[in-house]
């Protein structure tokens, strides 16, 4: 064997190792800061947390997540795909009940995996098109994970919406369920905003919607919505990126380029801040990371400058 061939063979092990063992624990934190309240208005700071495909044995995350109460958050958003393991919802309720305990405002909408526990999957088959739709029965019991986080006080924005002040500003947030095995409902969230007391005249409101998978069609509905923010997960930020490339896939329609980070999402007649995080896990059974360290978003909404 020649030199190179070793050498390469070397850096291919070193990175594999890299992947599977050492970057999937390096959880990182993503600041952002973005002018979207009103003017006066005092700064909010909000958590994302998504994708966090938690196992009962993964104590490193579970403890890093609890820590994050330390940055005493005005709000959480828990932007789905938290379970990653059948015997998960435990040891996931224990990871997020320090916000509850701490009073902080928390809300949530699901993920596919929040229904259907993993498999064995072709992880090549992701470049090619994106999962949809399974075929399975749903074999998680998603009804008492719902009833666990709602008994934490944390509050249910699948095909919902929810009115919340928050240091002085009234923040209105809605959700859709996940549109990528399409249980999203525009309709019904729509008609949850309606049902819900209107404020005082001339209150101003932000407003931040919420979805699990950024494709674009839900994107746009939560625009029409008049959504300043949107706050999305699924695409692990494409996992696996190459650097000065970037991602291959978003595992939807969301071009790749927009799989991880802070952008802009707008139509002909609507504009808001898009943030795709990349989320704090995978499945069980690709556990990779490469060039995408696992993450959670705190984001410092502040007054608009006149």
Same mark, same amino acid.
């Given at each position: ?12 092990? &070193? ?22 309240? @009103? ?33 005493? @958050? ?16 435990? @040891? ?25 526990? @993993? ?33 934490? &006080? ?78 999305? &997960? ?73």
């Amino acid at each position: 064997m020649s030199r190179v061939a070793k050498a390469l063979g070397a850096a291919a092990l &070193g990175a594999t190792a890299w992947a599977t063992l050492v970057e999937p624990r390096l959880f990182a934190l993503r600041r952002h800061t973005l002018p979207v309240l @009103p003017a006066g208005a005092t700064p909010l700071r909000v958590l994302q947390l998504s994708d966090l495909h938690l196992a009962p044995w993964q104590h490193r995350k579970i403890s890093w997540v609890r820590r994050l109460v330390e940055l005493r @958050p005005d709000l959480v958003v828990l932007t789905g795909d938290l379970m990653g393991h059948r015997f998960a919802r435990g @040891p996931l309720l224990h990871a997020l009940r320090p916000f509850s305990e701490a009073g902080i405002a928390t809300v949530f909408v699901h993920g596919s995996n929040d229904y259907y526990g @993993p498999i064995p999957k072709n992880p090549l088959a992701y470049l090619r098109e994106p999962s949809r739709r399974s075929t399975r029965t749903p074999d998680l019991d998603n009804a008492a994970l719902t009833r666990g986080l709602v008994e934490l &006080g944390f509050a249910d924005l699948n095909n919902a919406a929810q009115r919340i002040e928050l240091r002085g500003t009234t923040a209105l947030l809605f959700g859709l369920g996940d549109p990528h095995i399409r249980y999203d409902d525009a309709e019904k969230m729509d008609e949850a905003i309606a049902a819900l007391p209107k404020p005082r005249a001339k209150t101003p409101v932000t407003r931040i919607g919420v979805v699990h998978a950024p494709y674009q069609g839900a994107l746009n509905r939560l625009l029409d919505a008049d959504a300043e923010l949107i706050l999305a &997960g699924h695409t692990h930020g494409g996992q696996v990126r190459v650097p000065g490339v970037g991602a291959l896939t978003s595992n939807c329609d969301l071009p790749p380029r927009l799989a991880r980070g802070l952008d802009v999402w707008y139509d002909a007649e609507h504009a808001a801040f898009l943030n795709v995080s990349a989320g704090l896990g995978a499945s069980i059974y690709a556990p990779i990371r490469f060039a995408c360290r696992p993450e959670a978003s705190l984001i410092t909404l502040e007054a608009v400058r006149d």
